[in-house]
């Protein structure tokens, strides 16, 4: 098929089976934004200014379509003012504002992204949003951490060499082939997890075993030496093409030649690595308008492919979110296929501001479907706007929001050949077998993911840890139960065994991308995550309809917090939050609840949500004492290593208790040196 600005490909992309990364530390969640919300996770800070939770929808609360023009305009605006919003804020001298992102609702409400500087350094997990009305009135706050920018010192007295021989021993630890540094060790402010501290982030890079590329953040604490946290910054995740079938592709001819660049949308283009590992690789180019012939052995078909899947992303992204480009910027990310050989992955890269294709197991089944295409693009939105780590519960979260924006960009495409389904990259048979990477229905089919939130779920690899995420928006969406939907047949449980009823993907998409731009942080875990799709559902429809309460059942049914209602069990919280505290290295201590007004035995999922603030929670044994006098040990000593404080909801099996009586939070601090209190606690019967 010809045209100069038309053309068929196809296009496939998938999340990668990436190797575990160094295991997370424990992040401090997005800001809360519906005073009520009850989380369940580890909890998040209270938001500088809460804003009212409107029971009646917002009609003004979805964001314009603004053109690159009128963002750089935002945008400029918004650094003029960079110093007297620090100043409203309350934010100390040293600190600075830097604008990475705007969006402005159809009722003028602006929300403004901004990263911290302190005394000059990047503050590393200080970001933060600052919605404000178009009275130029500060309405609310997200930040990534509640803790003040106050670092002891900013001199290092570690020196640089030996957190680059850390890194380095850190890349060598994940197997990666040919580590080297590739930016020396830069002093930062860490706020990522506890009190701020001055510390030295290096990136390595190389290869990661399986021959992505690596790009390597390790953070060391520049006054002790202390690994605190790393991170992997490489994302894994036609003409006639391998699986979309005969399609229109926008290219561009020079004199007698077409090439594959869409002026449409950016001025993307798709390049051919050849089987190389580096560069930017060929523009493809040819004496026709034809690209491929759908076979995978014609270098042309997977470009079709990578070319068409960007298409559907960026159309996706402006049409249904109004974002032009994933930056929103105008600017289209470019596309490289026939990465390495057999090469059994895909990914993006900032660095870049590219998607990468491998060709597969024998180079036969390239990574290029619908899917995986807009996964991949969609790293570079989480990227621009919440920049999600990618490691904890933060990490997990960023895949699922790519499953969740494939998913969608593929349901859009509403293309014959690959139609719209909740199963991540059933095209590409990564599997061998014919099995999809993923299933959003019941992650835990495909062997790995799980299928709801549990305590250490942010030690697992993050394509794993999406799991309740994906769980979550699939319930959203479509309920829970057995249904077919494009000829897919499902059948989704829930983690409390009650139903959920959902409430159509079009309203669950909205949802989850006001959140994504306007609620999350890069320490949001997944009760921030429920925090902000609450947020986000009370503007879109209010907080009194039938979606806000969907949210919340959808959420209770993977195990973050509590259904609409109660649930079950009426859903009776019943809170101390006297300080108590804690000696250094002394007698346990404890803090008691009495609960009344209940019938029979507490749940077998009782929650327990408990706040304290201890400078090294690693010397501390928490415990939950039931009337009886029977144990439960929430959190045991040596575990949680030398973050600050812990603001955590625990799931505890008390069905064997009687739920009358007294109960008690003891707390003990078994080593020396560091101290803190017991902040409140609260039982809350679902």
Known sequence: MRSS????????????????????????????????????????????????????????????????????????????????????LGLGAKEKLVVRDVLKDRDGTVHTRYERTYDGLPVLGGDLVVESTKTDATASVVKATRAAIKPATTKASVPAARARQQALAASKAEKAKSPDVNREPRKVIWAGNGKPVVAYETVVGGFQHDGTPQELHVVTDATTGAKLYAWEAIETGTGNTVYSGTVDLTTTQSGSAYNLTDGARGGHKTYNL????????????????????????????????????????????????????????????????????????????????????????????????????????????????????????????????????????????????????????????????????????????????KDAWYSGIGSIDVHYSSGPANHFFYLLSEGSGTKTINGVTYDSPTSDGLPVTGIGRDKAEKIWFRALTTKFTSTTNYAGARTGTLAATGELYGTDSAEYKAVQDAWAGINVGTRSGGGGGGGTSFENTADVAIPDRGAAVTSSITVSGRTGNAPSNLQVAVDIVHTYIGDLQVQLVAPDGTAYTLKGYGTGGSADNIDTTYTVNASSEAANGIWQLRVQDNAALDTGYINSWKLTFP
């Open 5 to 88: 600005s038309s053309r068929r490909s196809t296009s496939h992309r998938r999340t990668s089976h990436a190797p575990r990364r160094t295991a997370a530390v424990a992040l401090a969640g997005v800001a809360a934004l519906i005073a009520a919300a009850v989380q369940s996770g580890t909890a998040t800070a209270a938001p500088t200014t809460a804003p009212s939770a409107a029971a009646k929808a917002n009609p003004g609360s979805e964001s314009v379509r603004l053109t690159p023009a009128q963002r750089a305009a935002l945008i400029r605006e918004a650094d003029a003012g960079t110093a007297r919003a620090a100043k409203d």
């Open 274 to 449: 050849n089987r190389g590992t580096s560069g930017t690789g060929t523009l493809f180019s040819g004496p026709d308008d034809v690209w491929g012939n759908g076979s995978p052995s014609n270098a042309e078909s997977a470009a079709a492919d990578a070319h068409y899947g960007a298409a559907l992303t960026w159309d996706y992204y402006k049409n249904v979110h109004g974002r032009s480009g994933i930056r929103g910027d105008g600017t289209g990310a470019y596309s490289r296929v026939h990465y390495g050989n057999n090469y059994v992955n895909a990914f993006w890269s900032d660095s870049c501001f590219c998607m990468t294709y491998g060709d597969g197991s024998g180079n036969a089944n390239p990574l290029t479907s619908i899917d995986v295409a807009a996964h991949e693009m969609t790293h570079g939105l989480t990227s621009a706007t919440a920049g999600l780590n990618y490691s904890g519960e933060s990490g997990g979260l960023n895949e699922a929001t790519s499953d969740i924006f494939g998913s969608t960009v593929e349901f859009y495409a509403k293309n014959s050949s690959d139609v719209g389904d909740y199963l991540i990259g059933e095209e590409i048979d990564i599997n061998g077998d014919g099995t999809p990477l993923r299933y959003m229905d019941k992650p835990s089919k495909d062997g790995a993911s």
